[in-house]
């Protein structure tokens, strides 16, 4: 099993230019959460999905957007990025709210 | 609302030597409590977790936490640290009624030979 994967590992945009990130998981998990990761701040969760079709907002999500039109992908969009969303973002999943969470390696975005 | 304190920045500590890395919480239901770490550009690797029953947890790599609900603490340990252990160190905390993990801002434990 891949577990939790990532597309791309890096990135460098301009302010203003749009993307998505792709996040892929072949343990069936219903779970799926974006976060992102700042100096100091520990992990942040942007949006989640509690199943395939649902999407939920979470603590940061001003900026982004998600969907999860298949269960196994959950992709995170940036419609224009801006310097402030300079990060590393994680994807992670997991079978149940209760249970431990699997994360991906992680996207390091850099927007100039 | 549910958050987490990591009170310690960093700890250093020498091989051999007990690690300690202390968490607090606040939660206004019952506590699910874990705790993460995170190599150098790597995602985050699940330690262990606090749900329910006893209060002393053993996890992955030798590690353990004790659950505390009168301090509401939730302290990760190794009773001899390894050079390997040198990590960042994340506790996170599940309100009973909520779906979502609220992280700590991190430990980075260094571990000296």
């Known amino acids: 099993n891949a577990g939790v994967t990532q597309t791309p590992k890096f990135r460098v945009l301009k ?3 749009s ?14 959460y974006w976060y992102r990761q700042d100096p100091g701040m520990g992990l942040r969760l942007i949006h989640y999905s509690v199943g395939e079709g649902t999407t939920a907002k979470g603590e940061v999500p001003d900026g982004y957007n998600v969907s999860r039109l298949k269960k196994q992908n959950f992709l995170l969009g940036l419609e224009s990025a801006a310097p402030s969303q300079t990060s590393v973002y994680f994807c992670a999943s997991s079978y149940s709210s209760f249970d431990e969470q699997f994360f991906g390696p992680g996207t390091r975005l850099t927007v100039l | 609302a549910q958050s987490v304190a990591q009170p310690e920045d960093q700890v250093n500590v020498a091989e051999g030597n007990p690690l300690t890395v202390k968490c607090t919480y606040s939660v206004s239901g019952n506590p699910y ?11 985050l690797q699940f330690l262990l977790k606090y749900i329910t029953g006893d209060n002393l947890v053993k996890g992955s790599y030798g590690f353990e ?22 990590a960042l160190y994340f506790c996170a905390v599940r309100d009973g ?10 430990t980075t434990v260094t571990v000296r030979a």
Not at chain 2, 65 to 78: D, M, R, V
Not at chain 2, 98 to 106: I, P, T
Request: proline share 3%; aromatic share 16%; charged share 15%.
């Open chain 1, 15 to 17: 302010t203003g230019q």
């Open chain 1, 19 to 32: 993307m998505t990130l792709l996040c892929a998981q072949d343990m069936n998990h219903e779970y799926m």
């Open chain 2, 33 to 43: 409590l874990f705790w993460y770490v995170q190599y150098p550009n790597r995602g």
């Open chain 2, 65 to 86: 936490a004790e659950f505390n609900k009168s301090q509401t603490s939730f302290h990760l340990k190794k009773p001899s640290a390894l050079v390997s252990d040198s």
């Open chain 2, 97 to 106: 009624g909520d779906y979502k993990l609220s992280f700590g801002a991190g």
